[in-house]
C-alpha cells in the first residue's frame, strides 16, 4: 500500500443485488495509489437473498424429484435462496494487516448528511434493548431497496435478518404442503409467478396447458386475485402479453378473480377469511387455508431528512438523485435502485446503474484524493475548488423502454422487449429453469453482476 494515499470511510446501505458487487467493486478496483479505501456495509442479512427466485421458495421442497422434468422440478430450498456473504469478504481482509471490510447486521435508522454520520440499530441486542451504533463515514452509498407490504419474504423481512426471513419461507412451505386451497394476491410480477409455481406443481391439466396435471391426490385449487381484467398492468405490459400470462396460468389449473382486491383478512378456525371488493364496489368473502399476499413495497429511505427526499407522488419518498447516481446537494451521497428517483425499481434498471455508478465512484475517489493533496475544502460533501485535472462523472441515461420476463413455472412464460412479445421458450431458457440462481453464488463473492461476467 502507498504510504501517502488517504484513509477513505465508505459505507454501503443495504445488502442486495446492489450493495453487494459494490462493496466488492471499491474493494478490489479502487487503487491504494488513490485511497486506502475501508468499506462498511450495514444490512440486516449476512447472506444475499436471491428474492428473484423467491416466488419458487413458496413450494415445499422435494429433493427426490428430478429437476430434470419441469413439472417435476421442486420448490427452492435455503441453499438456492441464500448464498453466504462472508466468505466472498474475507479475502479482503487476509491480505494484510488492515480490516478493510466489515458487515454490520442492523438497518440505518437515522442520517445526519452535514456531520455527515449515520446511525445503525444492530439487530442483535444485550437484552437491554437494541444496541445503537454511530458510523462516521467520507463517503455513503444508499442502496436500501424495499420491503414488501405485510412484511411477506419476497424480500428480507422487515424487523428482521436473514435467520427471520429463511423461517418465514418455512412456515408457508409448510402451509402450503398441508392446504387444499391457496389464494395470492397481486396481478404484478410476484403474483403471477408465485401462482405459476404453485400451478405447475400442484394444478389440474386443461388442455393444450403448459405442464400436465399433478396427481388427483395431490391438486389444491388455486386461486389469483388481481385488481385489473388481466395481470401485468402496472408493466405497460401489452395485451397480447398479458392474455398469455392469464390464458398459462389457467392452463395450470389456476382460477383468477379479476377485477377484485383483497382488502381484509381474518383468522378464522384455521382458516383465512378474505374480504373482496370488486371494482363496482361489491364485496364479497372467499375462506382459504394459506393467503400469500404478493402486492406493494415501501422503499427503505424512512432513516433520512426530509430535505434528500422526493416527496411528489410519483417520487414516493424515494432520493432526489442526480443523473451522476448522486443525491441532490451531496457529492458524497450517491444512491442506487429502488431508492433512487431516477426510474422504477427493477433488477433491469440496478444492472444498468451499476455500470455508471462503479466507474463514478472510482472518478469521485480520484478526485477526492486530488482534492485532498491540494488542500481544498468541502461543504456539506462538496468540494468547493476543483482539482486541476477533475475526472469526470458519467451520466445516468434513463431507458423507459419495456423489458421484463415473467415466469409461470419451470416450464416457460411471458414477457416484453420493447414492443416485442418474448416467446415462452426464451423465458425457460434464460430465466424459468433456475430462476437465475445458477449464477448467485459468482454474484455473492462479487465475481459478476446480472450484465457484467468480470466484475
Known sequence: MS??????????????????????????????????????????NDALFWNAASPRGFLP?????????????????????????????????????????????????????????????????????AVKKTIQYDTILIATGSDMADG????????????????ALASYRAQVEKASHIVVAGGGMTGVEVAGELGSVFGSKVVGGPAPAAPKSQQKEIVLVINEPL????????DSVRRTAANRLTALGVRIVNNSKVTASAARGGKTLL????????????????????????VNTQFLPERLLDTSSEGRRRVRTRTTLQAEGYDNIFVIGDAANLMAPSIKNVTEQLEVLAPNMQAYLSNWAATRGEGNTTHNGRVTASASAAAPLKEYSVNDTIVFAVSTGPAGGT?????????????????????????????????????????
Open 3 to 44: 504510504a501517502t494515499a488517504p484513509d477513505h470511510t465508505i459505507v454501503i446501505l443495504g445488502a442486495g443485488y446492489a450493495g453487494v458487487p459494490m462493496a466488492h467493486h471499491l474493494l478490489k478496483r479502487t487503487p491504494t495509489s488513490i485511497a486506502h479505501v475501508r468499506v462498511i456495509l450495514v444490512a440486516p
Open 61 to 129: 421442497v422435494d429433493s427426490a424429484k428430478s429437476s430434470a422434468n419441469p413439472k417435476g422440478t421442486p420448490g427452492f430450498g435455503d441453499d438456492r435462496l441464500f448464498y453466504d456473504l462472508a466468505p466472498g469478504f474475507a479475502k479482503y481482509n487476509n491480505e494484510s494487516g488492515a480490516k478493510r471490510f466489515e458487515q454490520l447486521l442492523g438497518r440505518a435508522t437515522s442520517l445526519d448528511p452535514d456531520r455527515p454520520t449515520v446511525d445503525v440499530t444492530l439487530l442483535a441486542g444485550d437484552g437491554d434493548g
Open 152 to 167: 411477506m419474504p419476497f424480500k428480507i423481512v422487515p424487523h428482521g435478518g436473514t435467520a427471520e426471513t429463511k423461517a
Open 231 to 238: 395481470p401485468l398492468g402496472a408493466y405497460s405490459a401489452k
Open 275 to 298: 374480504t373482496l371488493v370488486g371494482r363496482d364496489g361489491q364485496a364479497s368473502t372467499l375462506e382459504t387455508d394459506v393467503y400469500i399476499p404478493a402486492v406493494g413495497s415501501t
Open 415 to 455: 414477457g416484453q422487449m420493447g414492443s416485442w412479445k418474448l416467446l415462452s421458450y426464451l423465458i425457460w431458457l434464460f430465466k424459468a429453469r433456475f430462476m437465475g440462481t445458477e449464477n448467485a453464488q459468482e454474484y455473492a463473492n462479487g465475481n459478476r453482476t446480472f450484465r457484467n461476467t468480470k466484475w
